[in-house]
């Protein structure tokens, strides 16, 4: 959990750096399309890592595949299992993105 949210903490730096320099040089246009075509990029390297996937797969079609268990198996009823601490974690979380991240975006405008 902390190595994925210290990437998309990353992604909020680099957002913050770039889209109003992007804006106040080429246009909010220019700063929408960068973001767009950022997006289309992951994407197509999304779908790439599943078509390596499976080309993978049909190259060595006897290699040991992993499995999981019914045990192992994600269930909807396994979230009454987790802790308090976990939903505090979660609802920390939810929080600061919704009131704080927003805020940090406008504050030097406030200033």
Known sequence: MGVNL?????????????????????????AYLVGGFICLFSLGNAIGLITLDKWAEKKNPNAEKATLSDEEKFKFS????????????????VVTYMSVFPYIQIVSDVL
């Not at 396994?78 to 979660?90: P, S």
């Open 78 to 93: 396994d979230l009454k299992r987790f802790r308090l601490a976990f939903w505090l974690l979660v609802g920390s979380c």
């Open 6 to 30: 210290s990437i998309s903490r990353l992604g909020s730096v680099v957002n913050g750096d770039t889209v109003p320099v992007l804006t106040a040089n080429e246009g909010m246009t220019f």
